[in-house]
Structures are given as C-alpha cells and as structure tokens.
C-alpha cells in the first residue's frame, strides 16, 4: 500500500464517525447551521482535497515508473 492511499482516509473517517463525535451532535450551532451540516460540508471538501492530491501523487508515481 502506497503513503498517497492513506490521505483520503483521514477526512473519511471523520464523516463516518461523525453522528458518534458528541461535540458534533449536538443542538448548537456553528455560522448559523447545525454543527453536522458544517462538519459534513468541511471533511466534503476536505475529502475532495485529499482525493486531488492522492491522485496527482499517483500520477507523478506512474510517470517516475515510465521514465524508468
């Protein structure tokens, strides 16, 4: 298993543990909106960040392969 499979798995994590996290799942709010919307929504783009840099990393790993 390559180092750039293990990055999207942080922001993963923390959606799937979410509903157990009990800052997170409770009745206040965070910028106006029930904190698991904003939670939610942050890791949503996190997860997005992570899956870019995981596959321009794969993509560098397969050049660095060719070039071999």
Same mark, same amino acid.
């Given at each position: 298993?390559? #180092?750039?499979? +293990?990055? #999207? +798995? +942080? #922001?993963a994590l923390? &959606? *799937?543990?979410?509903?157990?996290?009990?800052?997170?799942?409770?009745?206040?709010?965070? /910028? =106006? /909106?029930p904190r698991?919307? *904003?939670? =939610?929504?942050?890791?949503? +783009?996190? &997860?997005?960040?992570? &899956? &870019? %840099? %995981?596959?321009? /990393?794969?993509?560098?790993?397969?050049?660095?392969?060719?070039?071999?």
């Amino acid at each position: 298993m390559r #180092p750039y499979h +293990v990055i #999207p +798995v +942080v #922001p993963a994590l923390a &959606l *799937v543990f979410m509903p157990f996290l009990p800052f997170v799942n409770t009745d206040s709010l965070w /910028l =106006g /909106l029930p904190r698991m919307m *904003v939670w =939610g929504g942050a890791w949503c +783009v996190g &997860l997005t960040v992570a &899956l &870019l %840099a %995981a596959e321009s /990393l794969m993509a560098r790993d397969a050049t660095d392969e060719e070039r071999q």
